[in-house]
């Protein structure tokens, strides 16, 4: 355990940054399934009501500096070549 003072309060800003990535990458995690299951299911009318939830949670994700943006980009160009690959 931390004996001084800053390395405590940076003990506890760590534990709510924790915190508070892992419910944002839930809801990004949550978002990218369901529209994978959509893709891998063959329902291109579900997937594209999905594809702009599942970006949009991936940029906020980004924005917030949960994920790297270049990271994000490639996820959303992923996602979209799978959404133009679908017959």
């Known amino acids: 355990m931390a ?4 390395a405590k309060k940076r003990a506890i800003q760590s534990v709510k940054r924790n915190l508070h990535n892992r419910m944002i990458m839930s809801d990004v995690k949550t978002a990218t399934r369901k529209f994978e299951e959509a ?3 063959g329902n291109k009318d579900a997937a594209q009501e999905l594809y702009p939830i599942a970006v949009k949670k991936w940029d906020m994700a980004a924005s ?4 790297h943006k270049n990271a994000a980009n ?4 992923n996602f979209y070549a ?3 690959g679908m017959a």
Not at 3 to 6: A, L, P, V
Not at 64 to 67: E, G, L, M
Request: net charge positive.
């Open 82 to 84: 799978k959404l133009n």
């Open 64 to 67: 917030k500096k949960v994920v």
């Open 74 to 77: 490639r996820r959303k160009s």
């Open 3 to 6: 004996n001084i003072k800053s």
């Open 39 to 41: 893709v891998a299911a």
